[in-house]
């Protein structure tokens, strides 16, 4: 039904958007040395896509391009999860913690925006 869709959409587009919040501020915690400063600009780039391309999804009025910017928003999730992990086991993060929630994050955030894919194309539209 419409009004659990709107709620799900707004949800999730908090949701991307803490992440982030989050994640820059896990990046900005980095060390200033050349390794730090890589992973803090791709890490900033892959959070903030996420929260980005997910507000184009709740903007997009086809399918073809909801299923377009929710495929980007899926890509750059792994891509976060990718360099946080990198930075875990380059042992730079000040905060294993919340570096470790924010990897379990953007596999969850991934995870249903893949099944949502999923249902719309497998939706008949028209």
């Known amino acids: 039904n419409m009004s659990d869709l709107s709620q799900f959409k707004e949800e999730m587009k908090s949701r991307t958007n803490k ?3 989050r994640c820059v501020k896990l990046a ?7 390794l730090g ?3 803090r600009g791709q890490l900033t780039r892959s959070s903030t896509s ?3 391309n997910y507000r184009a999804v709740c903007g997009a009025l086809s399918v073809p391009v909801i299923v377009s910017k929710m495929s980007i928003a899926i890509e750059e999730a792994d ?3 990718f360099w946080i992990d990198f930075a875990l086991e380059e042992n ?6 919340e570096a470790r929630t924010l990897v379990k994050e953007a596999h969850e955030i991934a995870s249903i925006m893949i099944k949502a894919r ?3 194309q497998n939706t008949k539209h028209g």
């Open 79 to 81: 891509e976060t999860e």
């Open 50 to 52: 996420v929260a980005a």
């Open 19 to 21: 992440f982030a919040h």
């Open 37 to 39: 400063k890589h992973i």
């Open 28 to 34: 900005l915690a980095l060390p200033e040395d050349q």
């Open 118 to 120: 999923h249902t719309l």
């Open 92 to 97: 730079i993060v000040r905060d294993e913690s």
